[in-house]
């Protein structure tokens, strides 16, 4: 698939028009093709531009309400049970880890339970969100069955992404990670160069582990990571999440990617800040900056497997490509991006 | 190793008369046996009876204090800083993991850092506290580096266990996990019987995965779970809990397991019950009840890869063993039986 670059203001206020054109207005329409836009600007180009056209389609299916906001339904001071109504999952989960994060500046600790929602696109967004506000988040969600149980050949499980991210003036650190070892938008791609995975990625058809993308896409056997593992913690989630927002679990949820609504997610953010010495507050701040300096700088001091290519920390990539994005243009799929005009116009 | 089966009730007064050897009194000495008695009771063998002379001889060397309780240095309403004091670990962690059960009882969501404390044993033993009180819980520790980063071949994470624990009626779903693999123990073992490993468990010496335990243990590289994504997460949880706890790091520990003091861990719990309907309380337990019933039972329906043998959940098998080694008697490893009394007498 060809390839131009668009400078990210051209990106967003294309997206700004596509958005306003599925019925989205004011600002939730300009905060939902901003979060598409710097997706793809950081470099998660799966969940931005590129998967604009299925968020269109869920809007047209009914899916996806773009006139539902999402409402707080029940709580103590510190944990929040709020509804999605079904609205547009990017908006929804951004208000719900909005709202974590201004309970953890009141009390240290909050967390919010959101059931009702949709697809919140790429994760670490409500990650990087709670960092740059120089508060520690922790968040997920269920997915529909997408991945077998470890033991068993037919999907139970979600993959279920899970992050977790901590303020750092220097850049934030930013884990993002699904449940199985690649995504099935990782599957496609390597299947469709007809490129060996990097490391098995799940099963073939006769129970096989195989670095095959398109054997894997074929059998719908992803692999949890670590085995027996990954598949114990992606029902935790799905558990945890259900439970606390009161809403669907992933065997509750379609199994079609166009149907998939009503899923539960769990935001939560604390802020060490409040337990600072009230005598000297910025003497906390500067004693964590460096503290997270030296682990990171510990893992940089690893022996490299390939020399001069030390081990990263998570998210290490994404301020590099930010950069090179927003200056030589945010690299698009040329169709796809040629025909966002044309959706629902 | 030869093994024979005692009743608990004597592997829990063998161990409490040692650890009153130990230096321990009263009900800190009664809890302290009673946690490594009950963790060789649920089939956790390398973390109770097992562990328990390397326990000792860190009370020996001087590195876990009997004397020192765990002490609240600060916090919120929600959030609150421990200091353990370099005390007996599983007293620490079971103090912590007890305060942060409170604080979610009174406010829905509650948490616990520590730091300066010890290995808390057997990670699940809190999570089961929490799940037994009736709350959900989260918590982890960091470890001495033990674990190579993705791309690195020294250690400079930790294994980093982290536990999630859901209450249930019919038996709590617990899930107690570390960063790598297999442990170390669990190498050692099908090392010693060389036996292949189930699963690729690391690099051999020349940078190949592997199935040799033997192999693992000479180059010190074990596997993160999931590759990247286990170091990745590995990373995050020993930045959690040292900046949190204002405790240590991984990169600041001892590589000597014997001089491995000073750790740092995160407890949180959650109790959704507080979002109920005033009106009918029970109407939310039981609505909780039923959804992880039909959790557990999706995961158990999944198609399985051997007939009759379906996946399972996260701690399934601890109620049926523990009932066993309560019926049958706890199997317990001769060697370390017969040597018991005579530790610090």
Redo the contacts between chains.
């Keep these: 698939m060809s390839q131009l670059r668009v400078p990210f203001a051209e990106l967003e206020s294309a997206l700004h028009r596509a958005v306003l054109r599925l019925g989205l207005t004011g600002e939730r329409a300009a905060l939902c093709a901003r979060l598409f836009a710097e997706t793809t600007r950081d470099g998660i180009y799966t969940h931005g531009l590129n998967r604009f056209p299925r968020f269109a389609q869920m809007v047209a299916n009914g899916q996806v309400d773009v006139t539902a906001e999402p409402e707080r339904t029940?709580?103590?001071?510190?944990?929040e049970?709020w509804d999605g109504h079904r609205g547009p999952g990017n908006l929804n989960a951004y208000a719900c880890m909005q709202r974590a994060i201004a309970l953890a500046k009141q009390?240290?600790?909050?967390?919010v339970?959101l059931r009702n929602t949709n697809h919140w696109m790429r994760g670490g967004t409500y990650g990087w969100l709670a960092a740059e506000a120089g508060v520690?988040a922790v968040c997920w969600t269920n997915t529909m069955?997408n991945l077998?149980?470890?033991?068993?050949?037919?999907?139970?499980?979600g993959n279920n992404p899970?992050i977790?991210a901590?303020p750092r003036k220097a850049g934030p650190?930013v884990?993002d990670?699904a449940m199985s070892?690649f995504s099935y938008g990782t599957l496609a791609a390597y299947a469709k160069r007809g490129q060996a995975l990097p490391?098995p990625g799940g099963f073939d058809a006769q129970?096989n582990l195989t670095t095959d993308a398109a054997a894997i896409e074929a059998s719908q056997r992803a692999l949890p990571?670590?085995?027996w593992?990954?598949?114990?913690?992606s029902?935790?989630?799905?558990?945890?999440a259900?439970?606390?927002a009161?809403g669907l679990?992933?065997?509750?949820l379609s199994r079609d990617p166009l149907q998939e609504s009503g899923i539960s997610q769990f935001f939560?953010a604390?802020?060490?800040s409040?337990?600072a010495d009230p005598a000297d507050p910025g003497a906390?701040d500067r004693?964590?900056e460096q503290?997270?300096d030296?682990?990171l700088a510990?893992?940089h001091?690893?022996?490299?497997?390939?020399p001069g290519?030390?081990?990263?920390?998570?998210g290490e990539q994404t301020l590099h490509l930010r950069e090179e994005n927003l200056r030589l243009g945010v690299p698009v799929d040329r169709e796809v991006w040629e025909r966002l005009p044309s959706i629902f116009s």
């Design positions: 029940g709580g103590t001071t510190v944990l049970r009390n240290g600790l909050g967390a339970a520690f069955p077998p149980p470890w033991g068993a050949t037919t999907p139970a499980l899970l977790l901590a650190v884990l990670m070892q490391a129970g990571i670590g085995l593992k990954g598949s114990g913690l029902l935790m989630l799905d558990l945890f259900a439970a606390l009161g679990a992933t065997h509750q939560l604390l802020d060490p409040l337990l906390h004693m964590q503290l997270l030296a682990i510990s893992v001091a690893a022996d490299p497997v390939t290519r030390p081990a990263r920390y998570p």
